[in-house]
């Protein structure tokens, strides 16, 4: 191959290589807010914003087509969505991957291989599949094989434990931080712990565990963002909130027009030819 084909290659290297680095060092910062896309029209928005890195949502991705969240689409549907995502932004875009999509630990490393052949510098991974958390071995291996595929400061994971939504036996604060202790060990660079809702044990856990923490915020908790970086955390994502706001307003809008048939629903509205503009690459 000569050079002259080789270098649109390289030059896509050297991008998504700055993508994932700025990406990570967000999270040695004093905090930020990741906003969740669920396609590309939505991304762009967020990026326009002035959001430095955009998250997808699996939530928002299943609801935009048309099936409940919780595994009901596949891997490449979902990979396909977070391609349409990476390419619409010139931020970083990092990909709720679910539990990573297979059985085994290879399956998952095969899943962030492709994760980062559509462009995603990061991707969520959870401990759990169809209710049941996988014990701390297997996630650890899951991780492992996750890290394997991307190596550390080419790929930010986030290593999501689901200890509070599973309702586990026992001292559920000192299992999650056992847990993400593990999961930064093994390569994590960042641990996402959904479903606390008081802020003191939110605070705890920042100070127990040992690397950067991710709390979404809008879902079990409704703690905003500033008083979640004062308790220690780094990484405040919305999950399918922004998702949940965006169909709400659509069928407010809906609402009206079939009950009164009235417009009032785009009062403050973005105009068409600000969008025209605003969709321009």
Same mark, same amino acid.
């Given at each position: 191959?000569?050079?002259?084909?080789? $270098?649109?290659?390289? $030059?896509?290297?050297? $991008?998504?290589?700055? $993508?994932?680095?700025?990406?990570?060092?967000?999270?040695?910062? *004093?905090?930020?807010?990741?906003?969740?896309?669920?396609?590309?029209?939505?991304?762009?928005?967020?990026?326009?914003?002035?959001? *430095?890195?955009?998250?997808?949502?699996?939530?928002?991705?299943?609801?935009?087509?048309?099936?409940?969240?919780?595994?009901?689409?596949?891997?490449?549907?979902?990979?396909?969505?977070?391609?349409?995502?990476?390419?619409?932004?010139?931020? *970083?875009?990092?990909?709720?991957?679910?539990?990573?999509?297979?059985?085994?630990?290879?399956?998952?490393?095969?899943?962030?291989?492709?994760?980062?052949?559509?462009?995603?510098?990061?991707?969520?991974?959870?401990?759990?599949?169809?209710?049941?958390?996988?014990?701390?071995?297997?996630?650890?291996?899951?991780?492992?094989?996750?890290?394997?595929?991307? *190596?550390?400061?080419?790929?930010?994971?986030?290593?999501?434990?689901?200890?509070?939504?599973?309702?586990?036996?026992?001292?559920?604060?000192?299992?999650?931080?056992?847990?993400?202790?593990?999961?930064?060990?093994?390569?994590?660079?960042?641990?996402?712990?959904?479903?606390?809702?008081?802020?003191?044990?939110?605070?705890?856990?920042?100070?127990?565990?040992?690397?950067?923490?991710?709390?979404?915020?809008?879902?079990?908790?409704?703690?905003?963002?500033?008083?979640?970086?004062?308790?220690?955390?780094?990484?405040?994502?919305?999950?399918?909130?922004?998702?949940?706001?965006?169909?709400?307003?659509?069928?407010?809008?809906?609402?009206?027009?079939?009950?009164?048939?009235?417009?009032?629903?785009?009062?403050?509205?973005?105009?068409?030819?600000?969008?025209?503009?605003?969709?321009?690459?």
């Amino acid at each position: 191959m000569t050079a002259a084909a080789e $270098k649109p290659t390289d $030059k896509a290297a050297d $991008k998504a290589a700055a $993508k994932a680095a700025a990406l990570l060092a967000l999270h040695s910062g *004093p905090g930020f807010v990741l906003p969740n896309a669920w396609d590309a029209g939505s991304a762009r928005i967020l990026e326009q914003v002035g959001f *430095p890195a955009i998250a997808t949502t699996s939530a928002g991705v299943a609801w935009a087509s048309g099936v409940p969240d919780g595994g009901a689409m596949s891997r490449d549907h979902m990979l396909d969505h977070v391609a349409r995502i990476v390419g619409a932004v010139d931020v *970083p875009v990092t990909a709720d991957l679910e539990a990573g999509y297979g059985d085994t630990a290879e399956d998952v490393g095969r899943t962030v291989t492709l994760a980062v052949e559509a462009g995603a510098v990061g991707a969520n991974l959870e401990d759990i599949r169809d209710g049941r958390l996988f014990d701390v071995e297997e996630a650890v291996d899951r991780l492992a094989a996750a890290r394997a595929a991307a *190596p550390r400061g080419t790929f930010v994971i986030n290593a999501r434990t689901d200890t509070y939504f599973a309702g586990v036996d026992g001292d559920v604060f000192a299992q999650t931080v056992g847990r993400a202790t593990r999961y930064l060990e093994v390569g994590a660079d960042c641990v996402f712990v959904p479903g606390v809702v008081e802020a003191d044990t939110i605070e705890r856990l920042a100070a127990a565990i040992p690397g950067p923490l991710n709390i979404v915020a809008g879902l079990a908790n409704t703690i905003d963002a500033r008083t979640l970086f004062s308790l220690g955390v780094v990484r405040v994502s919305l999950g399918g909130s922004l998702a949940r706001a965006a169909l709400s307003m659509l069928e407010r809008a809906g609402r009206e027009l079939l009950d009164t048939g009235t417009l009032g629903f785009l009062d403050g509205a973005i105009g068409y030819a600000d969008l025209q503009q605003r969709f321009r690459r």
